[in-house]
Structure formats: structure tokens, C-alpha cells
């Protein structure tokens, strides 16, 4: 069972450099999400969809741009890497309806430097 | 900002001792969930409450949500080392919003 897979798993960036994060889930989930988790600070949401074609802004949107062709993938893409960019991302998804379960991914240790 | 809030943010407890994490809202919830993430993993679930006055069983822990709605608490009794972790809520916005969670370091 593969459930939600996050690539890279550990990226280090320049400040100015572009990357994108891949997020796919092979569990025909309506609902994906982006979250990122600095410590004590939980996890905080970064952008959503509902389904493909349907994206929307999290908490802490600005900096990250994200599209949802297919229902399986979910990519995050960093436009313009920045220091205050250095977090751990999680990608997750669930399917619709506000209580089913979300599954995460392992997370993308990510470092701005 | 948070749309829940979470107590305390950390807790070390001897093993053997009781726990407990709070979560809180301003606004009626839906439902709620609780995960937990081991260090250097990702959140998994453990459990979904949907009543009011809400009370479900896991082993060693209770997980109870309030009768307006608007809080709910993980209580876990005799903590063990495997408890180590951290624990968060999750409420249901039109999108999911998790407390910050708290840390739990149990010391054997």
C-alpha cells in the first residue's frame, strides 16, 4: 500500500533557487493538502484542493503555488526559495466530507540556506 | 491564525504518570480528530469524535469531547515510553486545521 508519496524526502535550496515537491496518493482521495511544520508552531496549512482542477489558500499560502490536474498528484512548488522557507512539509490527503481520516505523507525535510 | 487551540505545548512526565492534552475552540465543531507523530515521522490517526459528551477508549487512552462541542481532551493513563511523541487536534473548517500540538517526552 503505497498511500501518500513525498519526493524529495531531504532538499537543500539557495535562497532564489525554485524546486517543487511532489505529493502523490493512489487512494482516488477528493481532498489534498499541503501543511508545514515548524517547531512549535503544529502544523499549519499551507494550500488545498478539493478535487482536480480546485485548488484554494491554506494559513500561510504566500511564497507556494500549487495545481491540481489529476486526482492523484498534488505538487507544491516553491517559486523563489527563501530562509523563512526552511521547514518540514507534509503532504496529505483524505477523502471528502469534513470527518474521514487525512493520511500523511513522510514529509520533505527542506532546508533554505 | 490557529482556529484551535492546544494545551499544554510540552509535558514531561516520569513513566508510569497520567497525561493530558487540551484542545479548544471558539466556535462549535463538527467533529474532531487526534493524531499523533513520533519524532522524525509524519501525523497518524488515532481517533475521530462526533457526539456530544463524546467518550471512546483506546487501551491506555480516553479521548472525550465537550458537550457544547467547543473542546476535547486525550487523556492518557500510566504513560510508557512507546507514548513518547506529539499529539494534535484537528477541526474541520471547510479545511482541516490542527492544533500545535503537544510534545510528550516520557523518562523511564
Known amino acids: 500500500n503505497a498511500g501518500v508519496t513525498q519526493t524529495p524526502k531531504f532538499q537543500v535550496l539557495k535562497t532564489g533557487q525554485s524546486m517543487t515537491l511532489q505529493c502523490a496518493q493512489d487512494m482516488n482521495h477528493e481532498y489534498m493538502s499541503w501543511y508545514r511544520q515548524d517547531p512549535g508552531m503544529g502544523l499549519r496549512l499551507i494550500h488545498y484542493s478539493v478535487g482536480a482542477g480546485i485548488t484554494d489558500q491554506g494559513e500561510v499560502p504566500n511564497g507556494y503555488n500549487v495545481s491540481r490536474s489529476t486526482t492523484e498528484d498534488f505538487p507544491l512548488r516553491l517559486l523563489s526559495a527563501a530562509p523563512s522557507q526552511t521547514s518540514v512539509y507534509f503532504c496529505?490527503?483524505?477523502?471528502?466530507?469534513?470527518?474521514?481520516?487525512?493520511?500523511f505523507g513522510e514529509g520533505s525535510w527542506l532546508t533554505v540556506v | 491564525g490557529q482556529q484551535v487551540m492546544q494545551i499544554p505545548q510540552y509535558q514531561h512526565v516520569q513513566e508510569g504518570e497520567d497525561f493530558t492534552t487540551y484542545c479548544n475552540s471558539s466556535t462549535t465543531l463538527s467533529n474532531i480528530q487526534w493524531y499523533k507523530q513520533r519524532p522524525g515521522g509524519h501525523p497518524v490517526f488515532l481517533i475521530q469524535?462526533?457526539?456530544?459528551?463524546e467518550v471512546k477508549k483506546q487501551k491506555r487512552l480516553t479521548f472525550q469531547f465537550g458537550e457544547a462541542k467547543k473542546n476535547s481532551s486525550l487523556h492518557i493513563t500510566a504513560t510508557q515510553t512507546t507514548d513518547v511523541g506529539t499529539y494534535f487536534c484537528?477541526?474541520?473548517?471547510?479545511?482541516?486545521?490542527f492544533g500545535s500540538g503537544t510534545k510528550l517526552n516520557v523518562k523511564p
Open positions: 496529505a490527503s483524505s477523502s471528502a466530507g469534513g470527518g474521514n481520516t487525512i493520511y
Open positions: 484537528a477541526a474541520n473548517f471547510n479545511k482541516f486545521y
Open positions: 469524535l462526533v457526539k456530544s459528551g
